[in-house]
Each structure stands twice: as structure tokens, then as C-alpha cells.
């Protein structure tokens, strides 16, 4: 189904090749897992599968022959692979062509010219699963990350190729979210499907790969079949930088007041009955930081005429790593926009018992975006790093962030022509430097391997100065077991929409495959 003889691939400028002299053959109907430590070539070699390479990256060197269902993807037309191939990128919001679900799901049929009876019977067919957790007329661009996600393999699945291409699909999935991506996964290999899905979160494919392919600098270092892979130990994953087993750690969530939140205490030291509820109706808690801690009261959110946030009262200490968490779409990116002073609410945020406007905590907040590349404007990796200490006070050494993230030797390259991995810990690295005294750190491990992820762990916790509020969000329990003290939890969206009276939603936006 899939023969690449050969395959090297340099992109201009780069002084290395990211692919080199790969021969890989996936037979009609396997599940096969890309991994591999960020930047080793996953994302570059689905790019060569579904032809973006080098029709629509035609700056490079490619060599050697890549052949998809009987198909040469160098001379196919797109609209030829597209009817073959449907794929995900790491950031499905990018290949989005509409405004809704419905749209979208019919989009690719539309093009290939499906029949409008088909068209409408598949939207319905796609749809139903859907409608419980995004609602049958969702705007793409007010469901989450991991929303989106869904919607994505969905969309990328409805004109019925025969090859799925997966670029992180769990990366910003909540535990029940990946689940239903497994299931998802599960069915369309027992229809047949031929599947490969570049990832670092692992555990959920163990029953579902038919093999595994770890790429190291472009080439293929290791193969295993399905059975050699789920009889691999997790100190041999480690050797080779991919992620094992889960050790959590059992975090007690903040005690918060409101209809969108869940409640509970300290992980670490966990304190007395009613210190945490002292904390969040405004007492002076242990560990404040000198009056710095941060709080919302009577927070409250609506978009698109929906309540999507409600947050009675919650504090969040300084000096401490508050993990922020909740299924897809329960709201956690729109409290971090509402925190950063990028969206507009009801009810106050208040930081040492002062209240904060808008433009207050937009100068004191520095944010990790899901979607990293809009948060990259300089042409270097050093000119980056300058740019965000530029826009703040004095903030970590630049060059010791970089050197602890791995990125000191690309300081010379462009950002945009880093791994998805590299990029995220870039900006991350730009969050230290900029020296604020809110960070709000949305899924930063996306994309990111074993090691790095490690590396990311220890700034979000230097990030936690004594006189800094760091919010985390994310879904990986792995970076929730390294970096975080305690955590919030937001309430489950309402069946059949993007939130609830007393759940949450979020505006972002989304994407699909390559026609």
C-alpha cells in the first residue's frame, strides 16, 4: 500500500537532511506507530506519504521513489492522493476549509464530486457520534483543541481513503478523548484501513499497532511487530527516549466555588480541612508569595449567547504549579485567555487582593499557545528568545534556557523550519525569558518525547517563582506528575453542545487532510 526505496529529503537552508536513505514498506490494512525523540523526521515522512512533499514543499532535495496505493506521490496530482489519502496534521485547525461541522464533514465529498444523497447520508452517519460531545451545528472555531481533533479524523476519514495518515492525533486529548481515538483507531483497522500515526504518547496503541518504527536523525533505528513492542520494557522505551508508563502522582485539585469546577487540596503537602477553602475565600493562605496570589471572582463567560465559564470564586497560590484540567472543551483555554486578559468576562481577576484590567494582566501574563507558530515572529531561534525579553522585564539567561531545552546549537536557525517538538520548546523557552509574573502554560508536551519532556517539567516549575502564578494545562499526566503542585478541574461540556450552564467551552479553531 505504501513502498518508500530510498527516501533522503533536505529542506532548503538546512544543513542536514531530515530524511536519510529511509526504506519502509506498509502492507494494505496495518497500524503502524512513528516515534522517535522531536525532530527525528516523524512529521517529515508523512509529508512525503501524502505528497506535501514536494508539491507543496518544493524548497528542498528529495530523493529516492515513494509510492502510495500504486501511486507516485512526485507525480500524482493532489486531487489524485487526496481521493487515496486523508491525514491530520499536528494542528488540525490549519486544514480547516469551513465554518461548521456539518461543512466540513461534506467539504472533501463535495470536491470529489460524491453524489448529494451520499454526501448528506455520510454527514449523518459521521455526525451522530459527534453530536453528543460538539453539537450538531458547532462552530469549528468555538470547540477546543482536542475538539477539533476529533472533528479532524472524521472529516479526513469521510470520502472513504484508503490511507489514514495521523500526525499526533492524542496530543491535546483528554483521557476519555483518547479512548474514543483508540476506538476510533480499532474501527476503521478492522474496515480495513491502512493507518500510520506519527505519536509519542504510545500506551494507547499498544493493542493496536501491527508495528512500530523508531526513527533516530532521519533514518529508521529500530522495527518491532505489534508483540515484540508490547513486550518491551519501559527501561528499554526510556533508552530510547519514548514514553513508558504513567507514575502519577494523585494531585487534589484547589478548592473552587462555581457551577463550572471541581474541588479539593494541596499533592504534595496536603493541608488541614478548610485551608484550601480558606485559600479561595480570600484568607491569606500559606505559601502567598507576599500577597501575590491570583484569584477570580465572579467569573463568568458567554460566547455565542452559551455560558461557557462560571467561576464563583477560585485562587490560584503564587509559587506554586496549578494544573488546570477537564475533558475536551470544558473551558480550560478560555479561564487562560480570560487570565492573560485576552477575552472578555463578567467578574473580577485579582492578583494580591488588587484588581487587574485587561491591558494589566495582558503585560504581566506570558502564554504557551496550543498552536505554537503564531506565537513565532523573528527569523532565528536567537532573534526569538531576544524578542521576548525585549517585550518584558529582565527574566531567566537566555542562553542557559536554551542550553536546558536542547535548542542552543539551532540558535542560528529559522523557527518555523524546527520540528513541532522544537518549535513548542521554543516558545516555552520565550515564556522564561520574558520574565512575567502570570505564565500560563496550555498542553506545552504536545509533540515533545521522553527527555524533553523532562526539560519543559523543570522550566514550568522554575517558572513558579516565589512571586509568580504558573497555570498549566494540559492532558498529559505524564507533565502533570513532573511539574504540577495542585490542580483545578473543569466540569464536562453538555451533551449535544460546546458547553453547559455549569460546564465550559472555548473558542480556538481547527483542521484536515491534504486534497
Same mark, same amino acid.
Given at each position: ?252 485539585? =484547589?478548592?473552587?466555588? *462555581? %457551577?463550572?469546577?471541581? /474541588? !479539593?487540596? +494541596? &499533592? $504534595?503537602?496536603?493541608?488541614? #480541612?478548610? @485551608? ?108 526569538? =528568545?531576544?524578542?521576548? *525579553? %525585549?517585550?518584558?522585564? /529582565? !527574566?531567566? +539567561? &537566555? $542562553?542557559?534556557?536554551?542550553? #536546558?531545552? @536542547? ?109
Amino acid at each position: 500500500m505504501i513502498r518508500l526505496k530510498g527516501v533522503s529529503w533536505t529542506y532548503a537552508h538546512a544543513s542536514q537532511p531530515s530524511l536519510r536513505g529511509v526504506d519502509l514498506h506498509i502492507r494494505p490494512g496495518e497500524v503502524v506507530a512513528l516515534c522517535g525523540a522531536s525532530g527525528c523526521g516523524k512529521s517529515t515522512l508523512l509529508r512525503v506519504m501524502n505528497g506535501l512533499i514536494p508539491h507543496f514543499h518544493i524548497d528542498g532535495a528529495l530523493t529516492g521513489t515513494v509510492e502510495v496505493d500504486g501511486l507516485d506521490t512526485t507525480r500524482a496530482e493532489l486531487d489524485e492522493l487526496g481521493l487515496v489519502i486523508g491525514a491530520v496534521l499536528q494542528h488540525p485547525r490549519r486544514q480547516f476549509f469551513t465554518d461548521s461541522v456539518p461543512e466540513e464533514l461534506a467539504f472533501a465529498m463535495e470536491n470529489f464530486g460524491f453524489p448529494p444523497a451520499e454526501i448528506r447520508a455520510r454527514v449523518a452517519d459521521l455526525g451522530g457520534p459527534l453530536a453528543a460531545v460538539v453539537g450538531p451545528r458547532a462552530r469549528l472555531r468555538q470547540l477546543s483543541g482536542g475538539l477539533q481533533q476529533q472533528v479532524a479524523i472524521a472529516a479526513a476519514t469521510a470520502h472513504r481513503p484508503r490511507v489514514l495518515l495521523l500526525d499526533e492525533p492524542s496530543s491535546n486529548l483528554s483521557a476519555d478523548a483518547v479512548r474514543r481515538l483508540a476506538g476510533t483507531v480499532a474501527s476503521l483497522r478492522e474496515a480495513g484501513l491502512t493507518m500510520v500515526l506519527a505519536e509519542h504518547r504510545l500506551r494507547y496503541l499498544r493493542d493496536l499497532v501491527d508495528r512500530v518504527v523508531v526513527l533516530r536523525d532521519g533514518a529508521i533505528d529500530v522495527e518491532w511487530s505489534g508483540a515484540q513492542f508490547r513486550a518491551v520494557s519501559d527501561a528499554a522505551l526510556e533508552r530510547l527516549g519514548l514514553r513508558g508508563e504513567v507514575r502519577p502522582v494523585a494531585l487534589a485539585p =484547589i478548592t473552587a466555588v *462555581g %457551577a463550572s469546577v471541581d /474541588a !479539593g487540596a +494541596d &499533592a $504534595r503537602e496536603p493541608a488541614p #480541612a478548610g @485551608d484550601a477553602a480558606f485559600a479561595v475565600t480570600g484568607g491569606a493562605a500559606s505559601g502567598d508569595a507576599g500577597g501575590a496570589d491570583l484569584e477570580l471572582v465572579g467569573v463568568r463567560c458567554r460566547l455565542g449567547g452559551r455560558l461557557v465559564l462560571d467561576v464563583e470564586r477560585a485562587r490560584f497560590e503564587a509559587g506554586r504549579v496549578t494544573a488546570v484540567r477537564g475533558p475536551n472543551g470544558a473551558g480550560k483555554t478560555t479561564l487562560a485567555r480570560i487570565v492573560a486578559g485576552l477575552q472578555r468576562c463578567a467578574g473580577q481577576v485579582r492578583r494580591g487582593g488588587r484588581v487587574l484590567g485587561r491591558r494589566q494582566r495582558q503585560r504581566l501574563t506570558a502564554v504557551v499557545m496550543q498552536d505554537v507558530q503564531r506565537q513565532l515572529f523573528a527569523d532565528t531561534v536567537e532573534g526569538e =528568545i531576544e524578542l521576548a *525579553g %525585549a517585550r518584558g522585564p /529582565a !527574566g531567566s +539567561d &537566555a $542562553r542557559s534556557v536554551l542550553a #536546558a531545552l @536542547d535548542l542552543l546549537d539551532l540558535a542560528e536557525r529559522h523557527p518555523l523550519s524546527l520540528s513541532g517538538g522544537q518549535q513548542q520548546r521554543l516558545v516555552v523557552a520565550a515564556a522564561r525569558v520574558a520574565g512575567r509574573r502570570i505564565v500560563i502554560f496550555d498542553e506545552p508536551s504536545s509533540g515533545v518525547d521522553r527527555r524533553h519532556l523532562r526539560s519543559i517539567a523543570d522550566q514550568i516549575r522554575q517558572a513558579a517563582a516565589p512571586a509568580n502564578t504558573v497555570l498549566l494545562i494540559s492532558h498529559d499526566d505524564d507533565l502533570i506528575a513532573l511539574a504540577a503542585d495542585r490542580q483545578l478541574t473543569l466540569g464536562p461540556p453538555r451533551p449535544g453542545g460546546i458547553g453547559r450552564p455549569d460546564g465550559i467551552g472555548r473558542p480556538d479553531g481547527i483542521g484536515r487532510q491534504n486534497r
